[in-house]
């Protein structure tokens, strides 16, 4: 397994040529970095239920199981685990860092999403996906009864997926995008770019994402949606509307708009709030969603 000190030093590297805007060379670090978090996840799988089972062991040994094991049996498991070599929540955090990162890079550069394998983007939606999930589904027991049973997976991802088909993954991230959280509102919208790029549209997955595109009430419209006397009017009302959530005016270039966007996705990117409290969180996903927008507006306008 590799280092997590190495690791993060790639994470960094990485970090530091997109901001360079040097996107192909970010990807592919990034891409590194999800292949070694995943073979550790396979890898420290076994180790990980060891873990649990020691701490079952510790609890049975303290005088059997009661309501203070709910302590021991996590508190036991979190220290063989380090003493193993494995942080799980160090792991995951970058894991999840590598792979929207990646997502992100290619909603930028789509020469990019075109080069690399279909099944290496869908498993990076995938991870995305199950990470937010798994923030955002469980509660406080779900999370202590994962953290106790020996046969429970820690996560929604185990490092196994890497071995996943097209069709299997593109199965599996059926039921991801019918959550109704809005920090999935970002990666459905990627999703479906990608899904229309890549022409992968003969299946259930496609046709869930394009009935929520088709449903969408877009922001220019604002709350009263507002009728336009025509398609002229209309237009220069989303230039104008869309103009101004980018701070771009008159004449832009495709390298202003790509630049643009990278600045305000990378503010306002959901590994960037992870820390944020929930008023500052929904601002940022309502933040997200216009940039969102306006980027797929001028992608459209511009044939990025």
């Known amino acids: 397994m590799a280092k997590q000190g190495d690791i993060q030093a790639r994470l960094r590297t990485a970090d530091a040529l997109l901001e360079q805007d040097r ?3 970010s990807y592919f670090v990034f891409d590194e970095v999800t292949s070694a978090l995943m073979k550790a996840l396979d890898e420290s799988s076994s180790a990980r239920k060891l873990s649990k089972g020691a701490g079952w062991v ?4 303290t005088g059997g199981f009661g309501a203070e094991d709910f302590i021991v ?26 792979s929207t990162r990646k997502l992100f890079i290619c909603g930028l550069d789509r020469s990019i999403a075109g080069s690399v394998s279909q ?6 939606f995938l991870i995305a996906y199950r990470l937010i999930g798994d923030q955002s589904d469980k509660g406080f027991l779900d999370n202590l009864m994962t953290l106790i049973n020996p046969f429970a997976e820690d996560s929604g991802i185990t490092g196994r997926e890497t071995q996943l088909d097209i069709n299997d993954l593109l199965a599996q991230l059926f039921p991801e995008v019918q959550r109704r959280h809005e920090q999935v509102y970002y990666l459905n919208g990627l999703l ?41 009017e209309e237009e220069a009302e989303k230039a104008r509307y869309y103009g101004e959530v980018f701070n ?16 305000l996705m990378k503010t306002y990117h959901p590994d960037r ?4 409290n929930e008023s500052e969180k929904k601002a940022a996903e309502e933040k997200v969603k216009k ?11 511009y044939g990025i």
């Open 273 to 276: 709030m992870a820390h944020a």
């Open 23 to 25: 996107y192909q060379e």
């Open 192 to 232: 479906f770019l990608y899904l229309t790029d890549r022409n992968l549209t003969s299946n259930r997955l496609y046709q869930a994402l394009l009935m929520a595109q088709q449903g969408r009430q877009y922001s220019y419209r604002g709350a009263g949606g507002r009728i336009y006397n025509s398609p002229a």
């Open 248 to 263: 771009l005016q008159g004449k832009v270039t495709k390298d202003d708009i790509r630049k643009r966007y990278r600045e």
């Open 119 to 124: 099944q290496r983007v869908l498993l990076d």
């Open 73 to 98: 049996i996590p508190m036991v498991n979190k220290m063989l685990m380090k003493f193993l070599g494995i942080d799980l929540d160090d792991t995951l955090r970058m894991l999840f860092t590598a």
């Open 291 to 301: 940039i969102n927008e306006a980027y797929e507006y001028f992608k459209k306008k």
């Open 58 to 61: 510790a609890a049975l040994l």
